[in-house]
Every structure is written in structure tokens, then in C-alpha cells.
């Protein structure tokens, strides 16, 4: 293999897409203004990436190990076979539901991602991506204060969250500052030698402090549980390289221990249940059964990409349909059951074969007789984003780091010291990206104008305006069903039932359109008959259905 002596664009830009990712929002563009600027970015490099890796294709990926080859060749083919068998709007699977935009664009440029890394020298990119990990944490905790204290410099319409940064949910802000606790400490071990014992032990108290204060905060407590498990497997590594037997086991019961007691408060037991249970783990375990059944009746290609929320109803069972306050959902919150669902069982297998062969690598880089302190890291973060997956809905910047380490890690051979990346002598990148860049654009704007439009119409109070944004490309049910509840709140019946109407033509399967038109006055007896009919369909488990028959 030959070593690249300069980085080209292309690579600069896939090592700091995490970080441009983690921290973009557009709040004075977008009405979605967490996702738009981040599924842009990432539907970006997508596009450049595949261009790069195709122009240079024999090195890029021919050469590449067979897992990388085997897994990201079958992903795609298992994407369009989700996307050709499921009924749900090929718009909406292409660009994904608004508010999660997990669609085909993502998952095709999470794979872009996959293969891109692989090209990497694990050692050098390694100390890289833990610098980005870590200054995108110090730009979005602090932002996060900015909120905490009321001096935020956009004004958010959430008069129900008080802190959640350039994130958009308090749920993954606390993960993902638990996630960056460990390459923080990383950097100030770095920069603060031994001589500055006292200064490096009061920036520690601090860092520690500011995290976990912040964790607490966000009254989301699985912060703690993220950074407790990547501060002892740090830990862990330590004691197993330099042989300290003692720390290792005492290390390894207060693993085991920890673990047993915060499973426990999760599930409302033992001592730690004040602290640890939350009434959503109940309704977590209503989105785990749903989606386990979804993905058992639709196991080869799933429900559809992104389409989950389309079916959650008609698989929750009795008593979850029946339960007082549930909830409803878009997403099982967990990665592996939402891509069981969503995609049915290829992908699930190859998605645990990433995970799989990314710990086993990983194990086997770290049993090297070198002690490598930025890949113990690096580890410790892919250790903490597995975790916080197992409780979180799929979300574009944790998928974007999960893909891009375990690519690294999967693609990576001997580990040598080496200040360059590893790969092949690229070709010019000015036709990737200008190639890359004109097919972002046409694939992009629409969305992006459609939430403009949307943005202005809701800022300019004109039902009217409303109507005509819903109808533009790409649509969503979401922003319809959101339309529908802004207008019956306002009383204005006729816009209502046209949109329902449109919503439904749209998107059958969602029930919110067709429960408008089973109560409006201004429907038809055989318009209400057939939305009675279409809800026992969608929600079968629900008594309430039944309470509404015409």
C-alpha cells in the first residue's frame, strides 16, 4: 500500500463530517432546522464520496477486505429491495419521515461512509476523529448552558424543553455528553503534561463537574449510564495492558455490579429506581414489542424504510393500545429492532456483522503490545454509541460516528506508526466534488425549499400558505398530520377535510386524517364508514376505535 503524504478535500471533508454534522442547525431557514442542515451535509459527502470511490475504484474498493465488500454491496441490495416491496410512499422511504430523515439518501450515504473509512490508517485517523469528538462536545455543551441560563440567541417555539442544543432532544444530548466525557479527559491528558499535575487535576474536576451537572439537568439520566461504561472501559484496558490484576477485577465487578443495579432502577427496582426509572421505559417496552412483531411479520424486507410509525399501531398489542397516556411513535428506540422493522432481516445481519467484527477488531488492535491511548478512546466512544442505541431512536449524527469507526476500525491492518492516512495516491477530487455537489443540489433543494415555505407559512399565519407548502415536494405525513391538529385547533373545518383528504391520497396509513374525517361535520356517511373501517385496519387493538362507529 502506498501512504498519501497530503490529505486531498475529499478526506478533510469525511473527517470532519461528524463534527460539521453534530453541530449544524439552521433555525432562521428551516422549520425542521436540526435534520435539514445535517441530512444535507450528509446526503453531501454521500454523493462526493461515491464519485471519489468510483473514480477510483480499483483501489478505493476492489482491494478493500472482504467484509467491506460483501457488507456494503449487500446493504444497498437489501435497501432497494425494502424500497421496491413496501407500500409505504417512495417519497417518504427516499428521504425519510421528517423529523428523523432516515431514508434511503441516509442509509446509502452511511454505507458511502463505511467504505470511505476503510481507506483509512486507523492509528493517525484515530487521534483526529477523537480532536472533532471532542471539540464539537465543548461547542455543543456550551451551547447547551447558553440554553440552560436563558440567554440562547434564537428563539425556539419548545415551551416544554429548556436544553437541548444543536441536537434537538434532551435524550440525545445527555448521551452524547456522556459520549464525549472520555475524549475530553483524552485531550486534557494531551495538552496538560505531568508538571501541571495541579492545573490538569482542576480542569479534570471541572470537566467532570460541567458533564455530569449538564447530564442532570437534561432530566435525562442515561448520560451517566454512557460515560460510567466508557470511563471503565478505559479503564478496564489500562489494567489489562500494564497487568494490574487487583484494579481489573475490582474494575470489572463494579461493572457487573453497576450494571445489574441501573438494569434494575430502570425497570423501577431496587435502589437506584428514584433516579434511573422514567414512565418512558414503560412506553419503550410498548415500541420493543411492536417493532419485534413488525419485523417477524415483514422478516424479509421489512415495513419500509423509515415507515415504522406507519405500522406501530396495528402491531402494538392490548394492552399497550389501551394503555392511559400512550404513546405513540416513529421509531422502536433501538437500533437493532428499528432496522429489523424497517428492513426486515438482511440488513439486521448485516448491520450485527458490523458490530460484531468492529468489537472483535477492535479487541484484537488493542491486544497489541502497544498501549494506544487515542484508539482505547476511539473504542470507548463506539462502546458508549452501541449502548445508547439499545435506548434511542436512530439518529444521523451517533449513525454517522458508528459507521465512520467501524469502517476504520473493520478496513484497518496492522497497527503501524504512521503520520499519513493510508490509501492510494487519488485522483484529482475537483470532478468528485463538483459532480457531487450539482447532485446534493437536485436532490436536496426541494426539501429544503418545501420546510422554507413551511417555516414562512407558519410564521406568516396564513392557513392558505399552510395548504399550498403541504402540497409541494417532497411530502410528508408528518407536517400534514402536524397541519391537521394546528387546524382544528383553529376551528377552520374546510381546510381541515381538504387536507385530510390530500393527507390520506398522500399516506393512507396514518390514522390522525382519517379520525378528522370520521368526526367532521362536513364529511360524507360513506367517507366516515370507510375511515371506521381503515381505523380498525390501522389500530386494531384500540377499544376507543370502536367507540367512533358511524
Known amino acids: ?13 469525511a473527517i470532519n463530517l461528524f463534527f460539521l454534522v453534530a453541530i449544524s442547525i439552521s433555525p432562521w431557514y428551516s422549520y425542521d432546522s436540526f435534520n435539514i442542515p445535517k441530512i444535507t451535509l450528509l446526503v453531501m459527502f454521500g454523493a462526493i464520496g461515491s464519485i471519489q470511490i468510483l473514480a477510483n475504484f480499483k483501489f478505493a474498493f476492489l482491494f478493500k477486505n472482504n467484509a467491506i465488500k460483501v457488507i456494503s454491496i449487500f446493504s444497498i441490495l437489501s435497501f432497494l429491495i425494502t424500497l421496491i416491496k413496501s407500500n409505504a410512499p417512495m417519497v417518504q422511504q427516499i428521504y425519510g419521515r421528517e423529523g428523523r430523515s432516515n431514508g434511503l439518501l441516509a442509509y446509502v450515504s452511511l454505507i458511502i461512509i463505511f467504505v470511505y473509512f476503510s481507506n483509512f490508517e486507523l492509528k493517525n485517523v484515530s487521534i483526529k476523529l477523537n480532536k472533532r469528538i471532542a471539540l464539537s462536545g465543548i461547542i455543543i455543551l456550551s451551547y447547551s448552558y447558553l440554553q440552560l441560563v436563558g440567554v440562547d440567541p434564537f428563539k425556539w417555539k419548545t415551551p416544554n424543553l429548556q436544553m437541548f442544543s444543536t441536537l434537538g ?4 444530548l445527555s448521551s452524547f455528553a456522556g459520549l464525549v466525557l472520555v475524549p475530553f479527559l483524552l485531550i486534557l491528558f494531551q495538552i496538560c503534561s505531568d508538571k501541571n499535575k495541579l492545573l490538569r487535576n482542576i480542569l479534570c474536576s471541572f470537566i467532570f463537574t460541567a ?3 449538564l447530564i442532570f439537568m437534561s432530566k435525562s439520566y442515561q448520560g451517566f449510564f454512557v460515560a460510567f461504561c466508557c470511563l471503565l472501559s478505559i479503564l478496564i484496558i489500562y489494567t489489562l495492558k500494564f497487568n494490574h490484576k487487583n484494579i481489573f477485577i475490582s474494575a470489572l465487578l463494579v461493572t457487573i455490579f453497576g450494571f445489574i443495579f441501573s438494569f434494575a432502577g430502570v425497570l423501577n427496582k431496587g435502589p437506584l429506581a428514584g433516579i434511573l426509572y422514567k414512565a418512558s421505559v414503560t412506553s419503550r417496552g410498548d415500541f420493543f414489542r411492536s417493532g419485534f412483531e413488525m419485523g417477524k411479520s415483514n422478516w424479509i424486507s421489512g415495513v419500509g424504510i423509515d415507515s415504522f410509525g406507519d405500522y406501530y399501531l396495528a402491531f402494538r398489542d392490548v394492552t399497550a393500545a389501551n394503555r392511559l397516556n400512550g404513546e405513540f411513535t416513529d421509531s422502536a428506540h433501538n437500533y437493532f429492532i428499528d432496522i429489523f422493522a424497517n428492513f426486515g432481516v438482511i440488513f439486521l445481519l448485516l448491520y450485527l456483522s458490523i458490530t460484531l467484527i468492529t468489537l472483535i477488531k477492535f479487541i484484537q488492535i488493542i491486544k497489541q503490545e502497544n498501549f494506544n491511548l487515542n484508539i482505547a478512546t476511539l473504542f470507548a466512544v463506539w462502546l458508549g454509541l452501541q449502548l445508547q442505541s439499545l435506548i434511542s431512536p436512530t439518529n444521523l449524527v451517533f449513525n454517522i460516528l458508528i459507521f465512520s469507526i467501524s469502517g476504520l476500525v473493520i478496513g484497518s491492518k496492522k497497527l503501524e506508526n504512521k503520520s499519513a492516512t493510508q490509501g492510494n495516491n487519488y485522483r484529482s477530487v475537483t470532478v468528485p466534488f463538483v459532480i457531487g455537489l450539482s447532485v446534493t443540489a437536485l436532490i436536496m433543494l426541494p426539501i429544503i425549499q418545501r420546510d422554507h415555505a413551511i417555516l414562512n407559512a407558519y410564521n406568516g399565519n396564513s392557513a392558505e400558505n399552510v395548504v399550498r407548502a403541504m402540497d409541494r415536494f417532497p411530502k ?10 394546528i387546524l382544528n385547533k383553529s376551528g377552520l373545518t374546510q381546510l381541515e377535510i381538504q387536507m385530510a383528504r390530500e393527507a390520506i391520497n398522500f399516506n393512507p396509513r396514518s390514522s390522525l386524517p382519517h379520525l378528522i374525517i370520521l368526526k367532521s361535520p362536513l364529511s360524507t356517511k ?4 370507510q375511515s371506521y373501517n381503515r381505523l380498525l385496519m390501522l389500530d386494531p387493538n384500540n377499544s376507543y376505535i370502536r367507540e367512533l362507529k358511524p
Open 211 to 213: 458533564v455530569f451537572f
Open 1 to 13: 500500500m502506498k501512504i498519501r503524504k497530503s490529505e486531498n478535500l475529499v478526506d478533510i471533508f
Open 169 to 172: 432532544n434532551p435524550n440525545f
Open 526 to 529: 360513506d367517507e366516515k364508514l
Open 476 to 485: 410528508s405525513i408528518n407536517s400534514y398530520n402536524r397541519t391537521l391538529l
